[in-house]
T-cell receptor, first 114, second 112 residues
Framework: AQSVTQLDSQVPVFEEAPVELRCNYSSSVSVYLFWYVQYPNQGLQLLLKYLSGSTLVKGINGFEAEFNKSQTSFHLRKPSVHISDTAEYFCAVKGNQAGTALIFGKGTTLSVSS | DTGVSQDPRHKITKRGQNVTFRCDPISEHNRLYWYRQTLGQGPEFLTYFQNEAQLEKSRLLSDRFSAERPKGSFSTLEIQRTEQGDSAMYLC??????????FGSGTRLTVV
């Protein structure tokens, strides 16, 4: 079975500052990793995913994440945030075996202020 | 491609009543998933269909919950004898492969 731990429930940051949202995972098999964003009263939108290959993954809206197998981490970063990045961010993991479900962390609320 | 559509967007029901939600996936997507999201939590997996076959069910899906996907197209999620603990956002997602989930906007259920 897989599990995800998002280490920060809330991250306040000023506009144009860099941000890192931390995610650790646990799994007995190889995994695929994802970051989703959820704006108020909306569904989840995929930011980026790691399936294989380069451990640095670039996504939409200027976000990127780095897969670190030895530390079982998949932290999300953005060098300069905007007010519009204020949202809930979810890290998710899926085992590479057929039929395993996408498992989400509890989320991190990113609040960007001016 | 109009995305994943869920209906209704909001549902308020009295405890003990039955409710049914509908999800229309992206037309060419053969995989369909239901998740439940409570306030302050991440989405929790409920069940998964590939075409019309229900291949996986979470232990969260008690016998009051049932999901169907007739003909491998739209899906319904029914909750019988609703309880206040059923109040949540119910999310549907579809995909063509195991990795590219597209989520709908969800149905928010309030049990009073």
């Amino acid at each position: 079975a897989q599990s995800v731990t998002q280490l920060d429930s809330q991250v306040p940051v000023f506009e144009e500052a860099p941000v890192e949202l931390r995610c650790n995972y646990s799994s007995s098999v190889s995994v695929y990793l994802f970051w989703y964003v959820q704006y108020p009263n909306q569904g989840l939108q995929l930011l980026l995913k790691y399936l294989s290959g380069s451990t640095l993954v670039k996504g939409i809206n200027g976000f990127e994440a780095e897969f670190n197998k030895s530390q079982t981490s998949f932290h999300l970063r953005k060098p300069s945030v905007h007010i519009s990045d204020t949202a809930e961010y979810f890290c998710a993991v899926k085992g590479n075996q057929a039929g395993t479900a996408l498992i989400f962390g509890k989320g991190t609320t990113l609040s960007v202020s001016s | 491609d109009t995305g994943v559509s869920q209906d209704p967007r909001h549902k308020i029901t009295k405890r003990g009543q039955n409710v049914t939600f509908r999800c229309d996936p992206i037309s060419e997507h053969n995989r369909l998933y239901w998740y439940r999201q409570t306030l302050g939590q991440g989405p929790e997996f409920l069940t998964y269909f590939q075409n019309e076959a229900q291949l996986e069910k979470s232990r969260l899906l008690s016998d009051r919950f049932s999901a169907e996907r007739p003909k491998g197209s739209f899906s319904t999620l029914e909750i019988q004898r609703t309880e206040q603990g059923d109040s949540a956002m119910y999310l549907c997602a579809s995909s063509l492969d195991p990795y590219g989930y597209t989520f709908g906007s969800g149905t928010r259920l309030t049990v009073v």
